[in-house]
Structures are given as structure tokens and as C-alpha cells.
């Protein structure tokens, strides 16, 4: 068994054959041409033709894939009528007397090298869209254009990178799985497969060999791995692994846009936990309302050195434009007990959990929270973006954080940085102490969410990392229940709302009971929205 990992596009479990796709070959050479007006006219044909072939892909990709994402075949007709591209390649034909496909190719490599060097991503998904456009035309020229790609039995398709019109032309009834050894996870065929729901992962590198053509392989989208000739273990554990997911997507099918409300009529928001941009898409595709929990230290573990604020802003502004109006919590960096950072410098420490971590590091290096805010107060332009504080134990806290803000804000606007000035600001009740004070604390936020994992922990005085207390771990303990029950009314008291983001939010065993309490909303793993739907609905 040969193992590739790579990177998830898609999520989803694919077995099958792999079938590696093959091109139509051609060779691009510099030929002198006489007849310059004749060659200009075989290039507008071509051009002409490709763009009719563009109009048709347009049409089966509204029926495969829809209107929003068959857009980009409109894109790619007005990128071959781009009067820049075409001016290059009618200037390279005339100056130097050269046959339409060597003009074509020049003019192809030129646009998409400054489309690559370009510093924002979305544009640089763009280099991969010019080559796409002009590969059609060079098929055409070169007279291959008409071999479509036939397979005969569904399978994974596997290839150095696939164009947007490649993927569509593949007859999707056939395609288990893509598999490929380049590509970015923002290029358009990326987002096709997601649309098409098929199980896709990029990057798999060279190790990704046109000598597996017809080998058996799982591909599993979730994790981003290819296990080629895969042994009986792990065949049969895939199996497992893909029933659990078409059973999801059954629930999908059957509850997606269904609202969250019990037989009586009770309202129950549900929104889904993530630590990376790539969850947005388990996220949209569970049907959740919003994003509860968007635990950005994740930023933090995964780089070498501090993530910088432009770095920070780009991932939070995309997370926000990918969930479209939807709301955006994010949790402020939350480092220090479980989750270390070499280069935060942080001393070693008897007691971690009840350590120097969260918002006590935030309060006193400001450098490093200010960073963050700046970042989060620029991205709230784009979104829905609420946001949240881990670890609070005072109000004193929030007033210091508050003035924090202040500051940033101010600094903003002197260097007439744009940045929203109305952010929802919550607080994480995750501590005894914060449940004690509620009520005050209601009085200087929006909202409340509770962090079960650490109000458990904190309660029970029970550390949630050594396995040897699982027994004694109780999130159901009636202490733990009773600070959930406590930080509710304080909150409504003070007309605020109140969540959950631990991972009690997900328990089905007391989602009754937390209608009960009068929840607002529950934010779980973005697996877990479907059967919570499914149990809210099933509530008295
Ligand atoms: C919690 O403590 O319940 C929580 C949601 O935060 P984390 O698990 O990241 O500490
Ligand atoms: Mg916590």
C-alpha cells in the first residue's frame, strides 16, 4: 500500500479504480508564417470557435453544478475577448511573422506568470484560468480538439492538475473522487468539487505516479490522503468511514435548510466550531447558521513565528466572506496550557491549566492582542464577524480589554485604515468565576458562550488532559448543569444572548434540557449540526 497525503479540497470517502487523465498531446514550435493577414484570421477563427465550445460548456455546467459556479465559463468567454490578450497575440504574430500557436502560447505563459506574481491569492487562482482558455484555442489550432475523455466505469480520476473545463467535461456520473498533484485550493476546479459534492484532495505532489492508472485506491477527502492498493485493514475501515458519511448526507438531504425548532415552536440557533479556514466548507455544507467558534489560535500553532496582521485579516476576512452574512465568532487567541507556541517564550509551569494562558497573555503583551484586534476590526468590514474573549474571570478584565480597543480603533483611524466600529463583543464562560459574576458581566457584553470543556474542568477541579480522571471527568455533573443554568439567566436578565461552544453543546442527551434553560444557540463540530437539527426537531 502506498499512502500520499495531500491537501482536502473536498470531504468524502471515494473507492474505486484510479484512472489517470490523460491530454490530448500537441507541441507548440515557432514557424515563420508570409501570409500575415491569413494567420490573423486563422487565430480568430480558432478564438471564435473556442469561444462557442465555451458558450456550451456554460450551458452543461448550469445543469451539472448551477448558475453562481458555471459563471466562470462566462469569464473564461470574456478572457478570450480580453482586448489586452488580444492585442498580445496579434502584436506577436505581426512583429514577429509567427504561426497563431506560438503567439498564443507566448501570450498564455506572459499573462498567467503576471497573474501568478500577483500578492492576492484569488488572483493568482487566476493563472491557471488564462492557460485553461488558451490550451482550448491551442486544441483548436492544432486540430485535437474533439477527443473527449471517456471512462467506462466510475472512478478516481487522478491528473497533474485539472482546468475548470476539464472538470466539467468529465461525465460526473463516473467520477468517484479527484485526486491531483498540483493545483491550489482556491482554482475553480477546487470549487467545482465541492459543488459536484465529490471527494477531492490537491498537492499529492509526484509521489502521485501515471503508473497507478488502474490501480485500486481509497481517497479519503477528509483527511487529504491516497492510499493506493490499500491493505484489507484499512480498505475495510474507509468502507466504515464512507457509510458514516452517506449516512450524513442522507441527513443532509432530509433536513438541509430545515429550521431548528422543536414541536412546540422553541428556536435554537446552531452554529458550527472551526480552527481553520478549510472547516468553512464542512460548515456550509452541514447547513450551519453561523460560525460559533472560530478558535484562531489555530493561526498560532500552525506557523513558525507570530502571525502577522495582514496574514491574520486575510483569514479572517475570507472565513467572513465565505459564510456570506452568516455570523462570525471569533474567539481571540486562546494559547497557553495545552496549547504551547515555542516562540510565544512562554516559562514551563507546575499548574499549565491554571496558568499564564488566554487573555492573561493577551492583557499583558498587548503588542501581540492589538495585533489581533487590529486585524479582526479590519476583517468586520467584509462579514458578520462577532468577537470573543477565552478565560475571563472579571469585569476588570473586560474594562482593560475594552480600552485595548480603544486604542486600536483610534490608531486605525489616524492611519485612515478602514475598519467597522460596531463589533458584537461576547465573552467565553468557561470559568466558576465568570458564572458568579454573570450578571455583571452581562452588563458589558453582547453575549455569552460557554466553554463547557474548561467550565467542566474548572468545577470539577478535574484536569480534561490526563486520561487517568476520565472516569471522574463529569460534564453531566449537576454543578456543571447548574453554572450553565445560572450564566443563562443572568444573561437574559440583562437582555444578552447565551451559547454553547464546548463540546457538550453536541451531547443529544441534553439538548432537551438546554431548550429547557432557554439556550440561544449551540455551537458544535460542523458533523454534529445535522443530529442536533434532527433531536431539536424531535423535542416537545
Ligand atoms: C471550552 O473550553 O469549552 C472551549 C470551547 O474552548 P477550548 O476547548 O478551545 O478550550
Ligand atoms: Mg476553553
Known sequence: MFTISGKSVFGGVAIGRITFYKRNQKVI?????????????RFHEAKDKAVSQLKELHDKALDDVGEANAMIFEIHQMMLEDLDYLESIENIIRSQQVNAEFAVATTADNFAQMFASMDDAYMQGRAADVKDVSERVLDILCGVDEGVHEMTEPCIVAADDLAPSETVQLDKSKVLGFATMHGSSNSHTAILARTMNIPAVIGLGEDLQP????????LDGFTGTLYVDPDEETLAQMQEKRQKDLDQK??????KGKDNVTKSGQRINVYAN??????????????AGGIGLFRSEFLYLENSTFPTEDQQFSVYKQVAENMAGKKVIIRTLDIGADKQVDYFGLDKEENPALGYRAIRICLTRPEIFKTQLRALYRAAMYGNISIMFPMI???DEIHRIKAIIAEVKAELKEEGIPFRDEVELGVMIETPASVMISRDLAKEVDFFSVGTNDLTQYTLAIDRQNSKL?????PHHPAVLAMIRMAAENAHAEGKWIGICGELGADLELTEEFLKMGLDELSVSPSMVLPLR???RECE
Open 29 to 41: 514550435k515557432r514557424s515563420h508564417v508570409d501570409d500575415i493577414d491569413a494567420e490573423l484570421k
Open 211 to 218: 503508473s497507478f492508472d488502474g490501480k485500486m485506491a481509497v
Open 250 to 255: 442522507a441527513l443532509l438531504e432530509q433536513l
Open 274 to 287: 472551526i480552527g481553520n479556514v478549510s472547516d468553512v466548507g464542512a460548515v456550509l455544507k452541514n447547513d
Open 393 to 395: 474571570i472579571s469585569v
Open 470 to 474: 476520565d472516569e471522574f471527568y463529569d
Open 534 to 536: 434532527k433531536r431539536i
